[in-house]
Nanobody
Framework: QLQASGGGLVQAGGSLRLSCAAS????????IGWFRQAPGKEREFVAS????????YDAGSVKGRFTISRDNAKNTVYLQMNSLKPEDTAVYYC??????????????????WGQGTQVTVSS
């Protein structure tokens, strides 16, 4: 089971840190991904982190502003979001799975999903 938290309302240029907490003791064996979905848009990949802590990011929209990290001792993955823009407004979901390194952006390859946390960035 995954629990996403940390969303909220922030002004453009501000920061938020999302957390994805898992109850499974096997958490460290999973790739964790963050996805987001804005109203009227398709779900899109944001970032992922592999078992050893290597991160991957959507190159177009968040790279350089967002940082993903994990603390396996706490069964938690974090998404630090800086320099937020109004277009970052969306519901953010975390997911766990075992996709290949070249396929971590594919939502269908994730097995478990959190309930989502709303991020709203005002201009």
């Amino acid at each position: 089971q995954l629990q996403a938290s940390g969303g909220g309302l922030v002004q453009a240029g501000g920061s938020l840190r999302l957390s994805c907490a898992a109850s499974a003791r096997t958490f460290s064996s999973y790739v964790i991904g963050w996805f987001r979905q804005a109203p009227g848009k398709e779900r899109e990949f944001v970032a992922s982190i592999n078992r050893s802590g290597g991160g991957a990011y959507d190159a177009g929209s968040v790279k350089g502003r967002f940082t993903i990290s994990r603390d396996n001792a706490k069964n938690t993955v974090y998404l630090q979001m800086n320099s937020l823009k109004p277009e970052d407004t969306a519901v953010y979901y975390c997911a766990a799975g075992r996709p290949a390194t070249s396929a971590t952006m594919l939502a269908d390859l994730y097995i478990y999903w959190g309930q989502g946390t709303q991020v709203t960035v005002s201009s």
